[in-house]
């Protein structure tokens, strides 16, 4: 007679989905791959059936005190903000629904930690998600300062309660839990309040997801593309080119190209020559004589000029006269 397979206990099942959930987050498997998809697959189906069994056991009631749940029980809480953050990774099948269930999980959880006075933050309201698409009202700026005031001191909390989780961590890592109950405690309850955080941020994105995917086919309607009338040929001729170049309708506009322009002015200058009389060429070689003598007897006058100053001064002054200084 075959054995029957044994059924895994709920610690195994919630141990297998939490390393699960941490492998697909720290981002170590492509998204595309068949180990994440696989992965995936195994967390969803680990932290359903835990959850499942949690139920059947009644671990928690609404009637007890955070004192009543035993250390070991605590980390089973954390549950439906697993199933949360693992559910919004799925790509495959309907989106909207698996958003959906995605929100279900993570306000279950925050209810949940709420009346257990785990948190004292102030939970969302997704009850008509339809209603968030409305435009948001008119604020003032000490609205908008108030609200960046908080989400900066939501974050330090988060940061905060961070690195308390990973000190908490290191302690148990060294000293082991077996022995310190008080130290695993306080291990599982800052865990519960950082995925408060985290599943507030989860409603957040979510939500917004929600709304486009709820006015996708409205926000997607392609527009009516308007009708313009049929355009005529367009020619590109000798002078559109001209316009374009060098600007129609311009007082400079050139009429003429620079070899044209040479070759008449040329031509106008020889025809001046030609039509002037002989007497009119003598007396323009006559006045270019006579500057020519003018010029020779100028200079002429002051070589001469020159040439006595310098024999006068040679009279009054000895060769090697001049600079004397220093010789004795």
């Known amino acids: 007679m075959s054995q029957r397979p044994s ?18 987050e720290s981002g170590i498997l492509a998204s595309d791959s068949k180990e994440y998809k696989q992965c995936l697959a195994e967390a969803v189906s680990s932290l359903e059936v835990a959850t499942l069994m949690v139920n059947n056991l009644g671990l928690f009631s609404s009637n007890e005190e955070l004192e009543d749940v035993g250390t070991a029980d605590l980390k089973y809480m954390l549950l439906p903000a697993l199933l949360a953050d693992i559910t919004l990774q799925q790509v495959e099948g309907d989106r909207l629904k698996t958003v959906e269930k995605a929100l279900v999980y993570c306000m279950d959880y925050l209810h ?6 785990i948190t004292k933050e102030e939970l ?13 009202p008119k604020r003032t700026l000490e609205q908008l300062a108030a609200e960046r005031n908080a989400k900066i001191t939501k974050l330090k909390a988060q940061k905060q309660l961070e690195r308390t989780f990973e000190e908490l961590t290191s302690r148990l890592d060294t000293e082991g839990g077996g022995n ?18 985290k599943c507030l941020d989860l409603v957040r994105s ?22 313009r ?13 001209q316009a374009h170049v060098l600007g129609a309708g311009y007082p400079s506009l050139p009429t003429v190209s620079l070899e044209q322009f040479y070759r008449d002015r040329y ?19 006559e006045v270019r004589e006579k500057m020519k003598e003018d010029a020779a007897e ?25 600079n004397r200084k220093n010789m004795g």
């Open 180 to 197: 310190h109950e008080e130290v695993l405690r306080d291990h599982t309850l800052t865990l519960l309040k950082v995925w408060v955080y």
């Open 267 to 285: 031509k106008e200058q020889a025809d001046a020559h030609k039509s002037s009389t002989p007497g009119d060429q003598r007396s323009h070689e």
């Open 124 to 136: 969302p309201d997704i009850s008509s998600p339809s209603g968030a698409c409305a435009p948001p």
């Open 206 to 227: 979510a939500s917004q997801e929600l709304q486009l995917l709820e006015a996708g086919p409205v926000a997607m309607t392609p527009e009516p593309t308007p009708t």
């Open 7 to 24: 059924t895994p206990s709920l610690v195994d099942l919630f141990k297998k989905g939490f390393e699960a959930q941490k492998t697909i």
């Open 298 to 322: 100028i200079e002429t006058d002051e070589t001469l000029r020159h040439a006595r100053a310098f024999d006068d001064y040679k009279d009054t002054h000895r060769y090697g006269s001049g």
């Open 112 to 117: 949940r930690c709420k009346a257990y006075y």
């Open 229 to 241: 009338p049929p355009s005529k040929p367009f020619v590109i001729t000798r002078e559109m080119m």
